[in-house]
């Protein structure tokens, strides 16, 4: 592995990842949902950085493709857990969580299977956008969870400006974190299944006769 910058950002999106349940274990709500926020901001900036750095700086290594994705999965795979125990068990939200991790489940599981042709399921853009938008859903999600714990401890005072659409400002950002967890659950299909279809020549029986 070569200490590039690069490959630092995804060492520590890969290191950020076990910090979500550690933040509400240490960390008194609702900061720990405000912390969550922040780290998950920049998971996704950096996500897009360390690529671009990558590609500009002609640094791109075997480490860093092996790794971004890791720690992609990682972060979100366990940032999907927390967010749905501390959502009550929302089922419009365990829907689209169980397609995420379904999928990356799956697409795993396909690449172990290749062995030397998984390199036919390599990360394509759209699953960059993917990622993306996961990241981006989550840390609304946990600003919704962050300003409910909140509110439920101090009430509104006379005279705080309301939202004529929605009972609370939680409402708002749970109502579009649900939205976009939902587009990034469908983004997140397409995926899997455009890596199962370049993977099925290779799942038949007959194949390599």
Do not use: C
């Amino acid at each position: 592995m070569r200490w590039t910058l690069p490959n630092i950002l995804t060492l520590l999106r890969l290191a950020a990842a076990p910090l979500v349940p550690l933040m509400f274990l240490f960390l008194s709500r609702p900061f720990a949902d405000f912390a969550a926020l922040v780290l998950f901001l920049v998971a996704a900036i950096t996500d897009w950085f360390d690529g671009y750095l990558a590609r500009l700086w002609g640094q791109e290594s075997r480490f860093g493709a092996a790794m971004d994705p890791i720690a992609d999965k990682a972060m979100v795979i366990i940032a999907v857990v927390v967010i749905t125990g501390y959502s009550g068990m929302n089922p419009w939200l365990i829907l689209p969580a169980t397609i995420i991790l379904f999928r990356e489940v799956f697409v795993a599981g396909l690449r172990e299977f290749l062995g030397d042709q998984s390199r036919l399921l390599k990360v394509t853009k759209l699953a960059k956008w993917k990622t993306t938008a996961q990241m981006v859903a989550i840390a609304v999600l946990f600003l919704g969870t962050g300003l409910k714990y909140y509110e439920v401890g101090h009430p509104p005072l006379v005279g705080e400006p309301r939202l004529p659409w929605s009972s609370s400002w939680s409402d708002l950002a749970t109502q579009l974190g649900l939205l976009l967890i939902w587009i990034a659950a469908v983004l997140t299909a397409i995926t899997g299944w455009d890596y199962f279809d370049k993977a099925r020549p290779y799942l038949r029986d007959d194949h390599g006769r």
